[in-house]
C-alpha cells in the first residue's frame, strides 16, 4: 500500500514546511510528499524546498472559487492523489515521532482528531459565524475534528470537489465565501465546510497526532505531531521564547539547535511559563466570575 503526504504553504510558511518534510523524511521516508503552493511563488518555493517533496501550484477546479481563496482550501486536493492512503498536516505542524496509525485508514473514513473548540462553528465570527449556523444549524452546534492533521483514502472521496461546489452556490453561506476575496476581513476558514462535508465518516485518533491549541493546553509527553496552530509562528521573530511549545520546534524543527541551546530554552521556559498559566487561569476565574454575577442580576 502506497503512503503520501500533503501540505501547503506560501513563502511566510515555508520554513514550516521545511520542518515539517523534513520530519516526515526522518520518521517515514517512504511517504511521497506533496506540498502545495501559490501558483505565482513556485518558483522560489521549489528551490527552498529542493527533493523534499513535489511542489505544485495550488489551483481547483472550481471556477466559482475566486483565485484569492484558493490556498484556503488547499488540503482539499489530497483528494487527487494517486496514492493509496494521502495523510494531509498543515505546514506549522511537526512529526515528533512516527506515527503510522495516522495511515491506517479503515475504509470508508477519515482518521482525525477532534479539534479543542466546544462547536464547528466557533472558528468563525461574526457574519460568517451567522450564516454558516443559519445553513447548518446541526453541524454548528456539534464538536468537529481539527482539519490541520487528517488522513484519507482518495479513491473514497472523489465526489469531494463536487460536493464542496455545490455548497459554495447555495445561500446563505456560499455567497459569503466569493466575498471575501474583496472583504479579508470576513475572516474565513475551510475547517467548518469540511466537518460538513465529512462528519460521519470520521475516525478519532488520539490528541497525541494533533496536539494543537498549545497555548492553553499541554504537550503530551509522548506526542507525534504537534500543531502550531496560533499566531505567530516558532519560525516568526515575534514568537515568544517561554511558551513550551517553542522548546519542540527547536528540538523536531531546528535541527542544528543543539543541546546547550536546548537546556537554555527549556530552563528559561520553566521560569517564566508557570508565572504565564497562572496569570492566565486566574483572567479566566475573573471573567467567570463576572459573567456569574452578570446572569444573577438579570
Not at 520554513?15 to 502545495?36: F, I, N, T, W
Not at 492512503?85 to 505542524?93: L, R, T
Not at 495516522?102 to 461574526?126: T, Y
Not at 499566531?231 to 535541527?255: C, D, I, N, T, V
Request: hydrophobic residues 40%; positive net charge.
Amino acid at each position: 500500500m502506497t503512503r503520501g503526504l500533503v501540505t501547503c504553504c506560501d513563502l511566510r510558511f515555508a520554513p514550516g514546511a521545511e520542518a515539517l518534510l523534513r520530519s516526515v523524511r526522518k520518521h517515514h521516508p517512504d511517504v511521497r510528499c506533496c506540498c502545495y503552493v501559490p501558483p505565482e511563488e513556485l518558483h522560489e518555493i521549489s528551490l527552498r524546498l529542493g527533493s523534499l517533496a513535489e511542489v505544485q501550484p495550488c489551483v481547483l477546479p472550481i471556477n466559482a472559487l475566486p483565485k484569492t481563496l484558493h490556498m484556503l482550501f488547499g488540503r482539499i486536493l489530497a483528494v487527487t492523489r494517486k496514492e493509496d492512503v494521502v495523510g494531509y498536516v498543515d505546514s506549522d505542524a511537526l512529526f515528533c515521532r512516527p506515527a503510522p496509525e495516522l495511515w491506517d485508514v479503515q475504509p470508508g473514513f477519515l482518521n482525525a482528531v477532534e479539534d479543542e473548540s466546544q462547536r464547528i462553528s466557533d472558528i468563525l465570527k461574526g457574519e460568517a459565524k451567522q450564516a454558516f449556523e443559519a445553513q447548518f444549524p446541526d453541524a454548528g452546534s456539534s464538536r468537529g475534528f481539527n482539519t490541520g492533521v487528517f488522513a484519507l483514502r482518495p479513491a473514497e472521496w472523489q465526489d469531494l470537489l463536487q460536493r464542496l461546489k455545490a455548497i459554495l452556490t447555495v445561500e446563505p453561506y456560499g455567497p459569503v465565501y466569493i466575498r471575501a476575496a474583496q472583504d479579508p476581513s470576513i475572516g474565513l476558514s475551510d475547517q467548518p465546510l469540511l466537518n460538513v462535508l465529512m462528519r460521519g465518516r470520521v475516525r478519532y485518533l488520539p490528541r497525541i497526532f494533533n496536539a494543537h491549541c498549545l497555548y492553553d493546553n499541554p504537550i503530551p509527553p509522548d506526542v507525534r505531531i504537534v500543531h502550531f496552530t496560533s499566531l505567530p509562528k516558532p519560525w516568526m521573530r515575534s514568537f515568544r521564547a517561554h511558551e513550551p511549545a517553542y522548546w519542540y520546534w527547536l528540538k523536531y524543527g531546528l535541527p542544528e539547535a543543539g543541546p546547550l541551546r536546548l537546556a537554555l530554552a527549556a530552563l528559561w521556559i520553566a521560569f517564566v511559563s508557570p508565572k504565564r498559566m497562572l496569570g492566565r487561569k486566574w483572567r479566566k476565574c475573573i471573567r467567570r466570575i463576572r459573567a456569574s454575577a452578570a446572569g444573577n442580576s438579570v
